[in-house]
T-cell receptor
Framework: EPEVTQTPSHQVTQMGQEVILRCVPI?????FYWYRQILGQKVEFLVS????????KSEIFDDQFSVERPDGSNFTLKIRSTKLEDSAMYFC????????????????FGPGTRLTVT | TQLLEQSPQFLSIQEGENLTVYCNSS?????LQWYRQEPGEGPVLLVT?????EVKKLKRLTFQFGDARKDSSLHITAAQPGDTGLYLC?????????????FGKGTHLIIQP
């Protein structure tokens, strides 16, 4: 069964450093997403991506964040200058449809990357 | 800002009992998805409901979307220890585009043998 994969599973970085989290979405999916989950808190939407551009982003997704689809399979999240409060699980998700009338869309999540900023 | 409130936050019951968990909002959602999440892992999709009043069954799990598409429930019949886990509801906003999901905080379910 196709699945979303993410690497690395755990990333430790020092405050101020740049990190890149990588995801391989399900191959025939067209919509890609990043979410984060701070320990003990709910899953929060960061950004969605379609047709090589950002479709929607939350207030959390500020100028320190960027996303890219560098090739036909990978989808990345870059955090330019990490802060302590960026420590969280970061989940990538993908879906086949968008929420257009008469269709359903189902987002499938990867296993996550645990980011620890020290 | 759309919010999803899940209740109860924690539920511990004996094997064989029935239970219902709820997901409520003051906002309308175009779809409602239920996930199960194990510690340290990503959410795993259980079901998606899109039509007001829709009922879907997945073995012993029954999911319902409210008529006004503002609330949903998950009912488990004859709960088993394997049902133990964190159950999350997540709503897709009304309208088109690659909408991000709004998640609830989840219901921690423990089924004791």
């Amino acid at each position: 069964e196709p699945e979303v994969t993410q690497t690395p599973s755990h990333q430790v970085t020092q405050m101020g450093q740049e990190v890149i989290l990588r995801c391989v979405p399900i191959s025939n999916h067209l919509y890609f997403y990043w979410y984060r989950q701070i320990l003990g808190q709910k899953v929060e939407f960061l950004v969605s991506f379609y047709n090589n551009e950002i479709s929607e982003k939350s207030e959390i997704f500020d100028d320190q964040f960027s996303v890219e689809r560098p090739d036909g399979s990978n989808f990345t999240l870059k955090i330019r200058s990490t802060k302590l409060e960026d420590s969280a699980m970061y989940f990538c998700a993908s879906s086949e449809f968008s929420g257009l009338a008469g269709t359903t869309y189902e987002q499938y999540f990867g296993p996550g990357t645990r980011l620890t900023v020290t | 800002t759309q919010l999803l409130e899940q209740s109860p936050q924690f539920l511990s019951i004996q094997e064989g009992e029935n239970l219902t968990v709820y997901c409520n909002s003051s906002s309308v959602f175009s779809s409602l998805q239920w996930y199960r999440q194990e510690p340290g892992e990503g959410p795993v999709l259980l079901v998606t409901v899109v039509t007001g009043g829709e009922v879907k069954k997945l073995k012993r799990l029954t999911f319902q979307f409210g008529d006004a598409r503002k609330d949903s429930s998950l009912h488990i019949t004859a709960a088993q220890p394997g049902d133990t886990g964190l159950y999350l509801c997540a709503g897709g906003a009304s309208g088109g585009g690659a909408d991000g999901l709004t998640f609830g905080k989840g219901t921690h379910l423990i089924i004791q043998p």
